[in-house]
């Protein structure tokens, strides 16, 4: 059974749809024990990182995540919560990736967001299995996890950026998987068989 942690910040609709393809089993829940209780949790994101932290908060759910021993993945603002800070309304996050979420710089010929399909490169994972080097994947952010010793994959707008991290059992991508196609749904499966 698959966990997906509700804290009214995530995607939820194609994230399931793309767990329920793979024949995944899925629930949204904040109940720890359920959480606590799953074969993998993912952590979905959409929004703001400081109202994301803030709802985590509310439920108590920082301390629980911190507890899982099974994989977990977190997507987009579920990866940057993850991380020690935000700059994202100035929020102090969980911490257990060791970046600090920054905002892209404003550069001519640039727009912030970062939105829609970019390649991956460094990838360096078992998340990325049987995916080639310049895959393309689906990016919507203004705020984005600096290279780190987490980084696991990188992309660029036009710097350089961590599109993947992993501590021990946590896994996180600044991309949506489930909006990047066969690629994205390739990750998905390859996350359910870590």
Request: glycine share 8%.
């Amino acid at each position: 059974m698959i966990a997906i942690i509700d804290y009214d910040m995530g995607n939820i609709r194609s994230l399931g749809n793309a767990l329920s393809r793979l024949g995944a089993e899925w629930v949204l829940t904040s109940d720890p024990e359920v959480i606590l209780g799953a074969d993998r949790v993912i952590l979905p994101g959409v929004g703001n990182a400081a109202e994301a932290m803030e709802n985590l908060k509310k439920r108590a759910l920082p301390e629980i995540i911190w507890k899982i021993r099974r994989p977990v993945l977190g997507i987009c603002v579920g990866m940057q919560v993850m991380c020690r800070h935000s700059e994202e309304g100035d929020a102090e996050c969980m911490g257990i990736f060791d970046a600090k979420v920054r905002r892209f710089r404003e550069m001519p010929g640039i727009k912030v967001p970062h939105m829609g399909w970019s390649p991956l490169s460094n990838m360096e994972s078992k998340l990325f299995k049987g995916i080639e080097k310049g895959s393309f994947v689906y990016f919507v952010h203004s705020y984005y996890a600096p290279l780190c010793p987490d980084t696991i994959a990188t992309s660029r707008h036009p710097e350089l950026f961590s599109a993947a991290l992993k501590y021990e059992n946590f896994y996180g991508t600044q991309f949506h998987p489930e909006k990047s196609g066969e690629v994205g749904e390739r990750i998905i499966k390859n996350f359910l068989d870590l």
